[in-house]
């Protein structure tokens, strides 16, 4: 009996945790036209920095994007929207590109899985892509 309690809690803290989104597919890497002009968040666009774009993911949104062939993998932050060719799933500043290794091949398969919310973002989600610019 005293042992119910303690249980009750656990169950009720393990329910309530929500799965961690997951999503497989091809990544591509951008950068070089797009360095200083503004990203859908209406952040400034930097090569340099670990960024991505996804087309649903709110801004300010944690993504660890691993490669799948070779398990390599990098933390990005949703800052923009993306990527416009069928078939990808995100993409990817150079800098991100560089730690996945995938600079020369340009397109590779990877794994996408959602960490969190960055520090002082409100991870809200734009209604249409130019809508923070």
Not at 41 to 54: D, E, K, M, Q
Request: aromatic share 6%.
């Amino acid at each position: 009996m005293r042992y119910k309690l303690p249980l009750l809690c656990l169950a009720a803290h393990l329910l309530g945790c929500a799965p961690k989104q997951v999503e497989t597919g091809l990544a591509s890497w951008y950068g070089p036209g797009c360095a200083g002009k503004p990203t859908a968040s209406g952040r400034v666009f930097r090569p340099r920095r670990r960024s991505a774009a996804h087309r649903s993911l709110p801004f300010g949104t944690v993504v660890l994007v691993t490669r799948a062939d070779t398990g390599g993998s990098v933390r990005v932050v949703i800052d923009d929207r993306g990527p416009y060719v069928d078939g990808r799933i995100i993409d990817l500043s150079r800098k991100a590109a560089r730690r996945l290794d995938m600079l020369e091949e340009g397109v590779v398969q990877v794994e996408l899985r959602v960490i969190r919310c960055r520090r002082g973002w409100q991870c809200r989600q734009a209604e249409t892509p130019n809508q923070y610019r």
